[in-house]
C-alpha cells in the first residue's frame, strides 16, 4: 500500500496583479506521510510563493489545497493560519528575544486555536520537543545566547511542539555558515523523520535538497519542472532547465549520421540513453562534468583554459573549437596545466539526449 497522502494541491495559480505573469500556474503537487518533499528552484521561480499560499499567509487564485483530506483553500474559502495544523520554521528564525528557549517553544502550544492544551500538557510538550532537538538543559537560555545553529533547532522545536499535520521550513539553513549548514541539514532531516513528521523545505541549494529530501520538485518560473526521487532528477532529468539547474551539466550539440551522433568532442553511437527512433537530425547531448576523462594530446583543438582547485578534484574549463566552454571534473592526481591541449573521453553510458 502506498503512504496516505497528507497534502494535496491542485492546479493552484497565484498572480499579484494583472499586468505582471502569473507567480504560480497551474501547480498540482502531493506530500505523503512522514515524506519530506524539497521546493528547488532559483530565486523568483514562485517556490515561497507556494509555501505562503499552503501556510495561509497568501489567498489563491484558482485551484484547491487539502490538508489531511480538509479543504483549506479555495479562491473563495480561506482557513486562517493558526487553524491550518501547520507548523512553520522562517529563514530568520523569528525567535522572541524577550523569551527564554521554553517558553519560545511554549508560545505556540499556548496561542494556538486549533488544539487546546492544559497546562501540564504544555509543559511536557515543550519539553519533549527541546529534547529531541537535542536542546536539553539549555531552557532558560535566551536566543541571543545561543549560536545561529542552536536558535535554528529552537525554531523547529517550536514548530514540532503543537504536533502538527506537517512543517514548512522556508529555506532555514541560508543564514549559517557552510559547516553549520552541512551539520544542520542532517541533524533537521533526522529530527523530522525521528517524530514522523511531513514537511516541505524550500531552497535553492542542489546539493541541500538531494541530501535532504525524500523527493524534490523543481520549480521554474512558476511551474513545475520535474517531480522525483534526488536519483531519478539527477540521472535523469526531463527538460535542459533541470539537466542544467540540477546536475549543472554540459550540453553540446549533435548531429545523427549513419547511426553516429557527430560532435565535436568525438563521436557517440546511438545506442541507449542515445537510441533515436525518430531519427532527428540533430539533438544537444547532456555531458555531465564527473563523467569525463581527459588526456594529453598536442593535436586536439581542445584546450585547458583555466583550472579550479576544488579540495578532492580540480574543475577545468575548457574551451571547444567552436568556442563553447566545457567544464570537467577531474580527481587531484589528474592534474593539468592551463595551455595543454587535451583530448575528452566520455562515460557514454551517462550521456543524455535533451
Known amino acids: 500500500m502506498s503512504d496516505p497522502i497528507v497534502l494535496k494541491i491542485h492546479q493552484i495559480s497565484k498572480q499579484f496583479d ?41 489567498s489563491l487564485n484558482l485551484g484547491t489545497i487539502e490538508l489531511s483530506g480538509e479543504v483549506i483553500a479555495t479562491p473563495d474559502h480561506s ?29 505556540g502550544l499556548q496561542k494556538t486555536s486549533r488544539k487546546r492544551f492544559a497546562t501540564d500538557q504544555i509543559r511536557g510538550l515543550t519539553q519533549e520537543s527541546i529534547q529531541r532537538v537535542g536542546l536539553a538543559g539549555l531552557e532558560s537560555r535566551y536566543p541571543h545566547e545561543l549560536s545561529g545553529g542552536q536558535q535554528q533547532r529552537v525554531a523547529l522545536a517550536r514548530a514540532l511542539a503543537p504536533q502538527p499535520a506537517m512543517i514548512l521550513l522556508d529555506e532555514p539553513l541560508s543564514n549559517l555558515d557552510i559547516q553549520v ?91 541507449g540513453h542515445l537510441a533515436n527512433p525518430n531519427e532527428k537530425s540533430q539533438v544537444e547531448l547532456m555531458i555531465r562534468q564527473e563523467d569525463v576523462k581527459l588526456t594529453l594530446d598536442d593535436r586536439s583543438s581542445i584546450v585547458i ?16 573549437p567552436s568556442g563553447l566552454k566545457f567544464l570537467a571534473h577531474c580527481p587531484v592526481f589528474e592534474q593539468y596545466t592551463v595551455g595543454e591541449r587535451v583530448a575528452i573521453g566520455v562515460r557514454q553510458e551517462q550521456v543524455r539526449i535533451i
Not at 240 to 269: C, H, K, L, M, Y
Not at 305 to 320: A, I, W
Open 181 to 271: 549548514r552541512l551539520r544542520l541539514r542532517q541533524e533537521i532531516r533526522s529530527i523530522l523523520k525521528t517524530a514522523g513528521t511531513s514537511a516541505i523545505f524550500v531552497t535553492h541549494d542542489q546539493e541541500e535538497a538531494m541530501s535532504m529530501c525524500d523527493r524534490i520538485a523543481v520549480m521554474n518560473q512558476g511551474h513545475l519542472e520535474q517531480v522525483g526521487t534526488p536519483e531519478s532528477i539527477y540521472q535523469a532529468p526531463v527538460s535542459r532547465f533541470v539537466a542544467d539547474f540540477v546536475t549543472r551539466a554540459n550540453f553540446v550539440e549533435a548531429t545523427f549520421q549513419s547511426g553516429i551522433w557527430q560532435t565535436e568532442i568525438g563521436e557517440f553511437p546511438a545506442i
Open 18 to 58: 494583472r499586468a505582471s505573469a502569473p507567480v504560480l500556474d497551474q501547480v498540482s503537487l502531493e506530500l505523503k506521510e512522514c515524506e519530506i518533499l524539497g521546493l528547488l528552484g532559483p530565486s523568483g521561480c514562485g517556490k515561497t510563493t507556494l509555501l505562503r499560499l499552503i501556510a495561509g499567509f497568501e
Open 79 to 107: 482557513v486562517v493560519p493558526e487553524k491550518r495544523n501547520i507548523g512553520m520554521v522562517f529563514q530568520d528564525y523569528a525567535l522572541f528575544p524577550h523569551l527564554t528557549i521554553a517558553k519560545n517553544v511554549a508560545f
Open 305 to 320: 583554459c583555466d583550472r579550479q582547485f576544488l579540495g578532492r578534484d580540480y574543475c577545468y574549463e575548457l574551451r571547444l
